[in-house]
């Protein structure tokens, strides 16, 4: 019998956070001897001259693969992939989406009303129109239901996102720098939705002990760290190699997952699964996210900063640690891309 062909499709490079999961998917599928996954990072850069270019002129190779395949693969944002999406309609065949972000909501869910605002209209009704062409939206968790119901979306399943890099076992006795203080890393891009300032400003009025912030990633804003009784120090390390990023994260006391208060948009942030992938406990730090609060608190993998666990965090680090290895199994158990998952997104 003849295995189903799927095209896995990602806007940008294989080295962003999106190339990176639909890697591991391709590699996940091939693996399951269910069918062949072909990946094609399209690479779209900014500016909208090359976005507009890659949506209305798809290369010839690209319609290649859409003429190839059995099921079809996409992400959010899903304008990015119209020929995909049209081109499955037309051919009888069936395109999924995977919804990782609530675009183009998200661009100005923190800011007001603005002509900005307006001229995204556009945008916002092409991609609920293309998300509900879309044979099945796949969402990270039950958060997301409200999102794509607005949008008319009518079927979806629930996929959670999964590890892009190797397991490494938890290091139980960690939490005792030799400087006393407490060791936080945030990776990728500290944007406004993130509410790195926020974040700072809680740890500052609610823990003594100090901290010392690690911030990876190619910018962060100004930020201030005089803003309550506690003291931060933060350190900037850059940008930096996934593979030496994730030696030197699990050395940390823990990962920062961070959004801002007034975000009322359903997130699951792709760093939350390589934090516990390295071995390293989670802080959330963030409006109510009841899907993803569950999952940290119901594996025992994370913290939810409530202002008596933060003013103990080092203790309640500490006590997370203790039943750490468990924690990391049964978390990445509910993560990880196992036959059934696959078997579900073929059909």
Known sequence: MTQKRVLI??????????????EQLGIAINA????????????????????????LLPSLARLRAIWSADIIVVH???LF??????????????VKSIFWDSYPASFTVLKPISLRTRLLCPYRLCEAELLRLCHQVLLPNSDYDRAVASMGVMHTAYLPLWPTVARTM???????????????????????IRGLQNAINILLQHTQTPIVLHLYGRQFPQLETDRGPGKITIRHHGFVAPDILATQISKMDAGLVSLHPEFDLPAFPSKIVSYISTGLPI??????????????ESTNIGLVARSEIVANLGAALLAIRQTLIPAQAKALNELDLTEEKIARLLQ
């Open 32 to 55: 399951s001897g269910q069918a062949t996954a072909q990946i094609l990072h399209l690479g779209v850069r900014k500016g909208w001259h090359r976005r507009l270019r890659a949506i």
């Open 81 to 94: 992939f119209a020929a995909e999406i049209l081109g499955a309609r037309l051919l009888g065949k069936r």
């Open 170 to 192: 938890p290091d139980r006795d960690q939490c005792r720098h030799s400087d006393g203080a407490i060791h936080v890393a945030f990776t990728g891009a500290a944007n406004p």
């Open 9 to 22: 499709v990602n806007s940008t490079d294989s080295g962003t956070s999106s190339g990176q999961l639909l």
């Open 283 to 296: 802080l959330y730090v963030g409006p109510q996210q009841p899907a993803l609060q569950h999952f940290l």
């Open 76 to 78: 959010t944002s899903v």
